[in-house]
T-cell receptor
Framework: EPEVTQTPSHQVTQMGQEVILRCVPISNHLYFYWYRQILGQKVEFLVSFYNNEISEKSEIFDDQFSVERPDGSNFTLKIRSTKLEDSAMYFC????????????FGSGTRLTVV | QKEVEQNSGPLSVPEGAIASLNCTYSDRVSQSFFWYRQYSGKSPELIMSIYSNGDKEDGRFTAQLNKASQYVSLLIRDSQPSDSATYLCALEGDGNAGNMLTFGGGTRLMVKP
């Protein structure tokens, strides 16, 4: 079964450092997303991406965040200057326009900012 | 602002029983509703989707939607210990494939052998 792949599975970084979280969505999907989940809290939407541009973003997705699809397969989330409160699980998801409706989530990257 | 409310639980049921999970939402525009299962430290896994009022069955799972009451539920028949997880209710907006999901906080289900 096709899956969304995320790397790394766990990243520890110092406050103020830049991190890039990587995702490989399902190959024939067209819509890509980043969500995050702070420990013990809800899954929260960050950003959606379609046709090589951001289609929607939440209040969380401020200037510290950016997304990119640098080639035909990877989808990245960059946090420029990490803060302690950025510590969370970050999930990438993708969705096609046909087939089962619903998002396929990757296994997540646990980001720990120290 | 879409809101999705779930009882955090834990909901404890004996093995073999029916588990009933409930979710209410505030946005009348929402058209698509999803139930995800999330094991501790893992990503959400899609169980069911439902778009029309009424019931939708898939194996041991039945999703129920009542748009007038803004209520969606998930029934798990013959509950197994492996069903122990957090169940997330999520909704999407106007049916456009690009819409974001809004999640509830989840209900923790414990199935006791």
């Amino acid at each position: 079964e096709p899956e969304v792949t995320q790397t790394p599975s766990h990243q520890v970084t110092q406050m103020g450092q830049e991190v890039i979280l990587r995702c490989v969505p399902i190959s024939n999907h067209l819509y890509f997303y980043w969500y995050r989940q702070i420990l013990g809290q809800k899954v929260e939407f960050l950003v959606s991406f379609y046709n090589n541009e951001i289609s929607e973003k939440s209040e969380i997705f401020d200037d510290q965040f950016s997304v990119e699809r640098p080639d035909g397969s990877n989808f990245t989330l960059k946090i420029r200057s990490t803060k302690l409160e950025d510590s969370a699980m970050y999930f990438c998801a993708s969705r096609g326009t046909e087939g089962p409706i619903g998002y396929t989530f990757g296994s997540g990257t646990r980001l720990t900012v120290v | 602002q879409k809101e999705v409310e779930q009882n955090s639980g834990p909901l404890s049921v004996p093995e073999g029983a029916i588990a009933s999970l409930n979710c209410t939402y505030s946005d009348r525009v929402s058209q698509s509703f999803f139930w995800y299962r999330q094991y501790s430290g893992k990503s959400p896994e899609l169980i069911m989707s439902i778009y029309s009022n009424g019931d939708k069955e898939d194996g041991r799972f039945t999703a129920q939607l009542n748009k007038a009451s803004q209520y969606v539920s998930l029934l798990i028949r013959d509950s197994q210990p492996s069903d122990s997880a957090t169940y997330l209710c999520a909704l999407e907006g106007d049916g456009n494939a690009g819409n974001m999901l809004t999640f509830g906080g989840g209900t923790r289900l414990m199935v006791k052998p």
